[in-house]
């Protein structure tokens, strides 16, 4: 079935660093949503993004949505050890990716 | 009002056992959804519910696997004959409706001995 996948599978930075992951899919998305995942937890959501090209904010975080709707990516600038855990985006039908894993060294 | 709300927690069963996972939605959600979760991979989606129908069941691994939601608001994940590879956190979520915001559980921890 149709899929999206996300790169990278894991990510280790220091304290400060940024972080970004990407998703990608071969077909246009009508959307596309990320979720986090804390360890022990489960998925909370975080943003959906509709339109070709679309950008937004929450505090450190940045989304975007390709122009041609087929690929997606989370920025987070300056990591705090509190951005721990495992980053999702949920494209066709509510299919999940398998996943950024984010580690963060004080 | 209160969150999605799965139970049991945990589940600990035989092989070749029955076992049934409920699902309490947010009030008002009329999309839910059925995932299972193994260490380390992402949620894979097994069923979506929009009311009382499965609008999409393709997710569902094999017959020994089952859903219901006969009056639209609680859900039941039933399986039968369970495997040891059946073991896994299945998760439950609710929305407003289809590719709206999921609100997920806290997940039933199923383990197959």
């Known amino acids: 079935g149709q899929q999206v996948m996300q790169i990278p599978q894991y990510q280790h930075v220091q304290e400060g660093e940024d972080f970004t992951t990407y998703c990608n899919s071969s077909t246009t998305l009508s959307n596309i949503q990320w979720y986090k995942q804390r360890p022990g937890g489960h998925p909370v959501f975080l943003i959906q993004l509709v339109k070709s090209g679309e950008v937004k904010k929450q505090k450190r975080l940045t989304f975007q949505f390709g122009e041609a709707k087929k690929n997606s990516s989370l920025h987070i600038t300056a990591t705090q050890t509190t951005d721990v855990g495992t980053y999702f985006c949920?494209?066709?039908?509510?299919?999940f990716g398998a996943g950024t894993r984010l580690t963060v060294k004080p | 009002g209160a969150g999605v709300s799965q139970t049991p927690s945990n589940k600990v069963t035989e092989k070749g056992k029955y076992v049934e996972l409920r699902c309490d939605p947010i009030s008002g959600h009329t999309a839910l959804y059925w995932y299972r979760q193994s260490l380390g991979q992402g949620p894979e989606f097994l069923i979506y519910f929009q009311g009382t129908g499965a609008a999409d069941d393709s997710g569902l691994p094999n017959d020994r696997f089952f859903a219901v939601r006969p009056e639209g608001s609680v859900s039941t994940l039933k399986i039968q004959r369970t495997e040891r590879g059946d073991s896994a956190v299945y998760l439950c979520?609710?929305?407003?409706?289809?590719?709206?915001?999921?609100?997920f559980g806290n997940g039933t921890r199923l383990t197959v001995t």
């Open positions: 979520a609710s929305s407003a409706g289809q590719n709206s915001p999921l609100h």
């Open positions: 949920a494209g066709f039908d509510m299919r």
